[in-house]
Every structure is written in structure tokens, then in C-alpha cells.
């Protein structure tokens, strides 16, 4: 695996795949909210239908890594202490900001708040690695994306609009998000990516549903066809992304990989322009989603003199 995710073409590929998917999540998780009839305020239909997601998708990876090579998925007690705490935080508290705030937002401008993960990477990988200082480019990079944050977020009437349980959780996941990726590349040595993500998922998913389950409402929750077809999609879209992801977070540096994101907001927007009744793209996400682009790109772009140095 190792000489595999060291290939660049390879961790290229993946990394757009990944982001692919990421955003392919937001159009799809909008439409299960209207098919499956879920009120836009209903907190614990959400937590239950994202622990029942997110549990689908954990058990898949587990029942994969126990046919494949199941001496893989023994941790020590040190690293099951770090898995527990890696699932809560980075599929419990992050998925529900994400699922409670998409409810709240646009498919498109939560797609692009989102991304503020990326540069939140950035700030945090200043603190823990010696080789990834903040400078100047990164400094221009960070405002353009910030900057983009912004546009997407302005209303028609060129008035920004903000809600805590709105823009404001979708901002709260992106940062539990960073969190957890600087998590999995300093503390998740010696466990393999693909168990790291069934493990993280299981026990993530595991405490939604002791949540939310005794408190769901009769009819929260209506399944039809097509609801459970994209409740399986998104569970499968978790499944590859997150696995391949940890697979290239493994040996690359988090601040490198970090430009392809920019894919996802692109991805989920027009997603969400395609299949969301009454969702269009606009000059305020187009823009948007160029000061990203930029903003990223910028941060991890090498000129002929960092490359000259690197050899």
C-alpha cells in the first residue's frame, strides 16, 4: 500500500476522487431530507439518520478488513482509547453540525462553507509541524479563501446573512473536521487506514443512534424506494471516501493534499445546481468558488525555487 499512495498520479487521482464524492454528499443528503420527510428543524431525525448511515458504512469496511486480513483490526489499548475518541469527534460531533447545519443552508453554500476545513488545516498544521510554517503565500491564500467563504454566504439583497444553527454549524463541522485530520496524521500510527475508518464510523454511528433513538418520533423518518436507494449511496460514498482518503493522508503531508478539496465545494455546488429543485448557480457562488480555488492552490503552490531547494 505504501509504495501505491506514494505515487503521485495515484494520490492525485484519489484525492480528486474523494472530493468527488464529498460533494456529490451535499445534493444527496438535501434530497433524502425532502424524500424521507424530514422536518428541517427535527435535531434528532438527523442524528439517527446519520448514525444509521454512517453505521452501514463502518460495518462494511469492518466485515471487508475480517474477510481480507482480519489481524488488522486488533488495536492496542492505547490506539482503542484514540479510536473512541477519534469516532466522537470526527463522525459524531462533526456530522452532527454538518447534517443539523445542511438543513438550515443551500446544497451549494454549504458546500463551499465546508471547505472552510482546508484552510483551517493550514492554521492547525502551523502549530504541529515545524516544516509547515504559515508565510506569506499562505497568508494570500488563507484571505482568498476566507474571502470566498463570504461571497457564497451573501444574500440577494448584498446583505451577509449568518445563523448559529445554520452557516455557522456548517463552519463548526469544517473545523471538527481539520481537527480530525490533523488526529488521524500524528496520532493514528501503526493502525491501518481502512481500519482506522470502520472503527471511526462504528463507534461514531453507534453513539448517535443511544442519542437519538429513544428520542426519535413515530414518523420522523419515512422510507420510500428512492430513500433508501440514496441512504445506501451515501453510505457507500462515506465507505470509499473516507477509507482512501486516510490511505493518502498516511503518507503525504496534510497541508499538500489539502488543494484538491477545493473540488468539493466545485462538486457540490454544481451537484446541487443539477439535481436540487430551485438551486441555481449565481455570481456569488461562481466567484465564491474562484476565490477558493485560488485561495488553495495558492497555499500549496511551489514555485522553481521551493522545487530547486526540494531535490
Not at 9 to 18: D, N, Q, S
Not at 45 to 70: N, P, T
Not at 73 to 102: D, H, P
Not at 210 to 234: C, R, V
Request: a positive charge.
Amino acid at each position: 500500500m505504501e509504495s501505491i499512495f506514494e505515487k503521485k498520479w495515484i494520490v492525485v487521482l484519489t484525492a480528486i476522487f474523494c472530493s468527488v464524492l464529498w460533494g456529490s454528499a451535499f445534493p444527496v443528503l438535501k434530497v433524502s431530507y425532502e424524500e424521507l420527510q424530514m422536518a428541517p428543524d427535527d435535531t434528532i431525525a438527523k442524528i439517527v439518520f446519520a448514525g444509521m448511515r454512517f453505521l452501514l458504512a463502518g460495518v462494511i469496511i469492518l466485515i471487508g478488513m475480517c474477510i481480507s486480513d482480519r489481524s488488522k483490526l486488533l488495536v492496542t489499548k492505547r490506539q482503542a482509547v484514540f479510536l473512541f475518541l477519534f469516532g466522537i469527534l470526527q463522525t459524531g460531533l462533526q456530522y452532527f453540525f454538518f447534517y443539523n447545519g445542511l438543513a438550515k443552508v443551500s446544497g451549494m453554500q454549504g458546500a463551499i462553507l465546508q471547505s472552510s476545513g482546508t484552510f483551517f488545516v493550514i492554521l492547525l498544521a502551523h502549530f504541529f509541524y515545524k516544516n509547515d510554517r504559515i508565510n506569506r503565500k499562505k497568508i494570500f491564500g488563507l484571505v482568498a479563501g476566507f474571502a470566498g467563504i463570504i461571497v457564497a454566504n451573501w444574500g440577494q439583497d448584498l446583505q451577509p446573512t449568518f445563523h448559529l444553527t445554520g452557516e455557522g454549524y456548517m463552519i463548526l463541522a469544517a473545523l471538527t473536521s481539520a481537527i480530525g485530520t490533523i488526529m488521524a496524521k500524528e496520532l493514528a500510527v501503526g493502525i491501518h487506514p481502512f481500519a482506522l475508518t470502520g472503527w471511526q464510523l462504528s463507534i461514531g454511528a453507534v453513539l448517535m443512534l443511544i442519542i437519538g433513538l429513544p428520542q426519535l418520533e413515530q414518523d420522523a423518518i419515512i422510507f420510500t424506494p428512492l430513500g433508501w436507494g440514496l441512504f445506501i449511496y451515501s453510505a457507500l460514498l462515506s465507505t470509499a471516501a473516507f477509507a482512501l482518503w486516510y490511505s493518502v493522508l498516511k503518507f503525504n503531508k496534510a497541508s499538500e493534499i489539502s488543494m484538491f478539496k477545493f473540488i468539493t465545494p466545485v462538486s457540490g455546488a454544481i451537484l446541487s445546481a443539477l439535481f436540487i429543485p430551485g438551486e441555481s448557480l449565481n455570481a456569488f457562488i461562481i466567484g465564491a468558488m474562484a476565490l477558493i480555488a485560488i485561495g488553495i492552490i495558492a497555499v500549496n503552490y511551489k514555485g522553481q525555487r521551493e522545487k530547486a531547494m526540494l531535490r
